[in-house]
Each structure stands twice: as C-alpha cells, then as structure tokens.
C-alpha cells in the first residue's frame, strides 16, 4: 500500500505563513498534487509537482524532493478564505493517486 | 462549463437497499474515478474507468460495482447497502491522453446507511 504522511492539523494568524508538509512511500511515483477542500465542498486543484524544485503559483508555492518523499506547500500572506482542508496526493507507479487524511488550516484574525 | 455533476446531493438509504449514484461530466475526459471520503481517512478509491468500455478496481471496491457505458457517464451501484458505507463520495475525471492528467471533483453525494 501507499503511505502518505501530513499533519492533522495547523493554526496561523492572518497575514502569515503556513507550512504544510508532506512525506510519502509509495510503489513509483508519478507525480504529487495538492487540492484545497473547503467543508463541505469537493476538493479543487492547487498545484501539481513531477520534478525537484519548487512551483510557485501567486501566494501558493509547492516544493518537492524525490530523494527524500517530501513536498510542501507554502501558502502566504494568509487569508481568511484559507481556512480549509489541505490535501497531499501522490501518483504511483500505476498512475493511481493515493491521498493524506488532509490537514486542516484555521487562520484566525 | 458544468464540469462535473453528481446526483442525488444526499440520501439516506435503509440497509440492504440497492442504490445508483450518477456522474456526469461535460469535458471529454477519458478517465473517471469514484472516491469515498471518511473522517481521518481521506480520498479512498473505490473503482476507476480509463476509457469508456473499461473498468478497474480500487483500493476499497468490494460492496460497489460500476459502469462506463459512454465517455460521459460513470454510475456507482450498491447492490445492498449497509452502514460502513456510510460515506461522502466523490466522481472524478481527468484526461489523461497529456499533460499532468490532473483530477478534477465533483461536488459529491453525502451518504447515510441506516
């Protein structure tokens, strides 16, 4: 099975930065992806990382490292609207993905 | 672009009773998935379609069944539902012929097995 490892959960103040990070084991890899989930609605595409290096999208960065199964995503200059669940997805070796349980964000004023 | 359509929103479904849930997406996409989502558990999959005509299972499959009669459509049949499957179930599409073939959500069906 695939093993895919992220905190439950994190708090920031608005204005901030938030870490979130990622390990994973997995049989292959093919690519990590990172959705955002608000309660009660689908998750929706954040950013997507195949290559070392980091991705960076607006207040969105996402890192990742191969060598060491790790990624993370940098959310900054915090907003309330980011309070949400963040997912960890990797795409194994039979281009299946396999997501984290998702830690929760809370940003507080 | 309504993207992908899941019915019903919710229901909640007497034990032993048999049940469809619909996906319908309007992109073209060649591959579909269905997902169960459950509290500190995350995104679980239960039955994935790369092309219409084809089907595979998933990491949870047993008590469900699918189909993919046509590109578009990619239902999900309890033949007789019982508590554990209590669940938020998401249908899924990407298109995997380029690209990152990155997944795109439904809104999902919020599921109740009494």
């Not at chain 1, 996402?62 to 990624?71: C, E, N, V, W």
């Not at chain 1, 907003?79 to 929760?104: E, H, I, N, P």
């Not at chain 2, 049940?19 to 997406?25: A, E, K």
Request: with cysteine; net charge neutral.
């Amino acid at each position: 099975g695939q093993n895919i490892d992220q905190p439950t959960e994190m708090t920031a103040t608005e204005g901030a930065i938030v870490q979130i990070n990622c390990t994973y084991q997995t049989s292959g890899f093919n690519g990590l992806f990172w959705y955002q989930q608000h309660a009660g609605e689908a998750p929706t595409f954040l950013s997507y990382n195949v290559l070392d290096g980091l991705e960076e999208k607006g207040r969105f960065s996402s890192f990742l490292s191969r060598s060491k199964g790790y990624s993370y995503l940098l959310l900054k200059e915090l907003q309330m609207k980011d309070s949400a669940s963040y997912l960890c997805a990797v795409r194994d070796g039979d281009y299946k993905l396999s997501f984290g349980a998702g830690t929760t964000v809370t940003v507080r004023a | 672009t309504a993207g992908i359509t899941q019915a019903p929103t919710s229901q909640i479904l007497a034990a032993g009773r048999s049940m469809t849930l619909r996906c319908t997406q309007d992109m073209r996409h060649n591959a579909m998935y269905w997902y169960r989502q459950d509290l500190g558990l995350g995104l679980r999959l239960i039955h994935y379609s790369n092309t219409a005509g084809t089907t595979g299972k998933g990491e949870v499959p047993d008590g469900y069944s699918v189909s993919r009669a046509n590109t578009d459509d990619f239902p999900l049949t309890l033949a007789s539902a019982v508590p554990s499957q209590t669940s938020v179930y998401f249908c899924a599409s990407s298109d995997s012929k380029g690209g990152t073939d990155t997944q795109y959500f439904g809104p999902g069906t919020r599921l109740t097995v009494l």
